[in-house]
């Protein structure tokens, strides 16, 4: 599990050189980083609060529309979901909102297949198929949390393993 003070970019020129120049004030190397894939702009709200906060967010939108609205919340927005994980750094949170089945399913399969053991995902979409992609990534050593409604004026909660939970809540603080 990635500690906050491990999720830090790297520091090399290989991997800053993909970004876009006028993207690069946005990374706040002293802070945890966290990749975003969304659709439709989903989440552009909390995402503004986590960059606002000083978390540098790396996130991809299926959608031209979504990325500029993330680009307009402070996220570092880059091509691609295997764009995002390049610029993460080697212990990775990846935070998921698509709410289409089929993109979802391909990007969780996605995922599994190219996330370092000990990775994070959180799954922010919902959906009722929490159990079976917290089976699929601990096939592969890889964590899955889920956020989830908690009911009558509770706000929104991470679901996941307890310790996971609790390393990942000062990312995720806002939910509730």
């Known amino acids: 599990m990635p500690s906050l003070a491990s999720c830090k970019l790297a520091r090399t020129s290989e991997k800053r050189r993909h970004l876009p120049t006028e993207q690069l004030q946005n990374i706040n190397l002293n802070m945890p980083i966290i990749g975003l894939i969304s659709q439709q702009g989903a989440s552009v709200a909390e995402a503004k609060q986590l960059t606002g906060r000083g978390i540098t967010v790396v996130g991809f ?19 691609s979901v295997r764009a995002v994980l ?7 949170i990846i935070w998921a909102v698509v709410g289409e089945a089929d993109k979802k399913a391909a990007l969780m399969q996605q995922l599994s ?36 409604n908690g009911g009558k004026g509770l706000g929104k909660v991470l679901k996941g393993k307890k310790e996971i939970v609790e390393k990942c809540r000062p990312i995720f603080d806002w939910l509730g």
Do not use: C
């Open 113 to 148: 297949e190219n996330l370092p053991h000990g990775s994070v995902v959180v799954d922010g979409s919902g959906g009722g198929d929490a159990g079976f992609w917290t089976a699929r990534f601990e096939e592969r050593k890889i964590h899955f949390l889920f956020i989830e």
């Open 61 to 79: 939108d299926y959608e031209p529309s979504g990325r500029q609205q993330l680009m307009a919340a402070g996220v570092v927005v880059t091509s």
């Open 86 to 92: 390049l610029h993460l750094p080697a212990e990775k």
